[in-house]
């Protein structure tokens, strides 16, 4: 189980072995949408590290240490939706008033974020997994850093498919999703790393 | 002028303007369930209900939620009807449940719901409300269940568990992993961009 490997472990099975956004799946519209360009993707993988790892470890104090102690373990989607959503608006307050050479670079990414699947998800995979707060943390470092490093990569590729000869009939965004399975099927190849 | 019951509502979403193939939106459950014929379904009608839920209530309400603070009002909305899809699905069917997993409360973001509440729901009445959600929904889970159907099909020579080439098949079993999913999904695109496209002509 999860819970019971060491941090390492817990850091390249979330980073690399089960990919977020490669094999299971989530982010998937801002992955489609904005990795048309590496610096926009770069900017986006940076704001999704630094949210994800707050919102993760919020999320992991507001169940532990609300909802638990309450029996209130079914308003787990609510309270944590709702925990992203007004930690994206305070944070945006912040990073303006005082880093606000971050918020330029930033930009009209931080938020988009709230909605962004990848970070609800890791919320809930960290409690499912039954992490505790270190592991959880660790784990949401290594989930959101496998999407920055992805997302980067196809941006990458991305940028060159644009200037070769493709059929007519896959411009776009069916070129973009083969493209997506053939990374996918690599990453599929870390599976026999070790099982987790 | 609006018209009380339009049922271009419902029948556009459902194919013209699919909320997968046209609009790319809710990604994410569409690749990731699509495995298996029987959790698509499942993922599909809770998404119909999610929807009709949701778009009925924000409909109801459109006129006392002051504009400012709507989208926080509406996906508390939609975080209740996931709640109780969730719930629900873990009482009828809990292997459903187990194969849909961490994606059942992921509905809460998909982009279709939020979409439809704040594109639709909140400027129109109750009954082209639902009919709007149930178009969308059933477009999304026409959707799910082609790439399902490809996906096992191919994969596993089974429908709804059911072998379907005779027991000579050997299963192509990329298809049922994840890369699977990206490769049909961008073939059915590809389709159906040709289709458009041919029409233009």
């Known amino acids: ?196 | 002028m609006k018209k009380l019951i339009d049922f271009k509502n419902f029948i556009n979403p459902i194919w013209r303007e699919n909320p997968v193939f046209y609009l790319m939106l809710g990604l994410c459950p569409l690749l990731a369930v699509s495995g298996s014929v029987r959790d698509s379904l499942g993922m599909g009608i809770a998404v119909i209900f999610v929807l009709v839920g949701s778009n009925f209530t924000v409909s109801v309400i459109r006129k006392f939620v002051p504009s400012h603070v709507r989208i926080p009002v509406f996906i508390v909305v939609i975080a209740t009807f996931v709640t109780i899809a969730d719930y629900s699905i873990a009482a009828f069917s809990p292997e459903i449940h187990r194969n849909l997993g961490v994606y059942l409360p992921l509905i809460v973001v998909n982009c279709i719901i939020l979409g439809r509440a704040e594109a639709f729901a909140s400027k129109n009445n109750i009954l082209n409300s639902i009919l709007d959600a149930l178009g969308t929904g059933i477009g999304f889970t026409i959707a799910i269940l082609l790439i399902a159907i490809i996906r096992e099909a191919l994969g596993n020579g089974t429908i709804f568990g059911n072998p379907v080439f005779g027991t000579g098949y050997t299963p192509f079993l990329i298809m049922i992993m994840p890369p699977g999913a990206f490769l049909v999904i961008g073939f059915l695109i590809a389709i159906k961009q040709g289709m458009t496209r041919r029409r233009k002509c």
């Open chain 1, 1 to 196: 189980m999860l819970n019971e490997a060491n941090l390492g472990l817990i850091f390249l099975s979330a980073f690399i072995v089960n990919n977020i956004l490669l094999i299971r799946f989530l982010g998937l519209c801002s992955f489609f949408g904005i990795s048309t360009q590496i610096k926009a993707s770069l900017g986006m993988g940076i704001a999704v590290i630094f949210v994800t790892v707050m919102a993760c470890s919020i999320s992991w104090i507001v169940y532990y240490h609300l909802l638990l102690p309450f029996h209130l373990e079914y308003l787990r989607t609510v309270a944590f939706i709702l925990t992203i959503a007004s930690f994206v608006q305070f944070e945006e307050i912040i990073i303006k008033k005082k880093l606000p050479a971050l918020y330029k670079a930033f930009g009209i990414y931080l938020p988009l974020i709230t909605t962004n699947c990848a970070i609800l998800a890791s919320a809930f995979l960290g409690i499912d997994y039954k992490l505790s707060f270190i592991q959880n943390l660790i784990f949401s470092i290594g989930i959101s850093s496998g999407y920055c490093l992805v997302i980067v990569l196809f941006a990458g590729i991305r940028e060159e498919i644009e200037f070769s000869p493709i059929p007519e009939n896959f411009r776009g965004v069916p070129i973009a999703f083969i493209t997506a399975g053939l990374m996918s099927l690599a990453f599929l190849g870390f599976k026999g790393l070790f099982k987790l």
